[in-house]
C-alpha cells in the first residue's frame, strides 16, 4: 500500500511503537523509514500531538493503529495530512457481528462499574471492546505482572496486550522518548470479555482483581 501510493527510499512514515511490529516492518519493506511517535494514553493511538511533533521536510505518511476497539483521533490526524500534504494510512480491526458487540459492551459495563484497585479503560464514543485493557500501576515494581500471575493462578484468562514496544525491539531501536507508549506497555492488561463468558465467570473475574487490589498500594 505504501509503495502503492508512492512512498519509498528517503521518505519517513510516523508510526506507533505501542502495538506490532508489522507496521514498521511495512514501512521498512517499502524502503522508508519509520518514525515513532507517542500514544495518547486514553485511546492507545497515536496523539496528534505527537505526530505533529516529529513531521520533517522528509515525512511522507502517517499510519494509524486503531486499538483495543477504540479509534484514534482521526479527524486531527487527517487535517494534520492535509496542513503538512501527507498521506494519512487506517489500519483497523476486524468488525464484530451487532449481537457479540452488545454482549461484549454489557460484560464490559459490569466490568466498569464493579472492578476496584485498577484503572479501566476510558470507554469513549464506539467502543467496541475488542479487548478490555486495565491499567495497573507499576508503584516502582512490576505490579502488573505480578498482578497478571496472580490471575492466572486463579484461572482467569488474562494477558498483557504490548510486551514491547516497537522502538524497544533491537531491529528498530530508536534514541526517542514516548513516555506514555512505554508506561503503557509497563501497566497493561487485557481481561476477558467475550461473548462466551457466563455471569458466573465474568463474577469469578471481579473477584479475583478486587482480592488483589493491595498491590496497588506505594511500596515502601
Not at 108 to 136: C, S
Not at 159 to 177: A, D, I, N, Q
Amino acid at each position: 500500500m505504501l509503495r502503492a501510493a508512492g512512498v519509498g527510499a528517503g521518505d519517513e512514515v510516523v508510526v506507533p511503537a505501542f502495538g506490532n511490529v508489522e507496521v514498521a516492518e511495512a514501512v521498512t519493506r517499502a524502503g522508508a523509514l519509520p518514525v515513532f511517535a507517542d500514544i495518547d494514553p486514553a485511546d492507545y493511538c497515536l496523539d496528534p500531538s505527537a505526530v505533529e511533533a516529529v513531521i520533517t521536510p522528509r515525512t511522507a505518511s502517517v499510519v494509524v493503529v486503531h486499538r483495543f476497539g477504540r479509534r484514534a483521533d482521526i479527524a486531527r490526524l487527517h487535517e494534520l495530512g492535509r496542513l503538512h500534504g501527507l498521506l494519512v494510512l487506517e489500519q483497523g480491526e476486524s468488525e464484530a457481528p451487532y449481537d457479540e458487540l452488545a454482549q461484549r459492551r454489557e460484560r464490559a459495563a459490569y466490568l466498569d462499574a464493579k472492578l476496584k484497585g485498577v484503572r479501566i479503560p476510558d470507554g469513549g464514543p464506539g467502543h467496541t471492546y475488542q479487548q478490555y485493557v486495565v491499567r495497573v500501576p507499576g508503584n516502582g515494581r512490576p505490579d502488573r505482572d505480578v498482578f497478571a500471575r496472580a490471575l492466572r493462578a486463579k484461572g482467569i484468562d488474562c494477558r498483557v496486550p504490548v510486551k514491547t514496544p516497537v522502538h524497544r525491539l533491537p531491529e528498530f531501536r530508536r534514541c526517542v522518548t514516548l513516555p506514555e507508549t512505554e508506561r503503557a506497555a509497563d501497566e497493561t492488561l487485557a481481561l476477558p470479555v467475550d461473548a462466551s463468558l457466563t455471569k458466573r465467570e465474568m463474577q469469578r473475574t471481579v473477584s479475583a482483581c478486587n482480592a488483589l487490589g493491595g498491590l496497588l498500594q506505594p511500596a515502601f
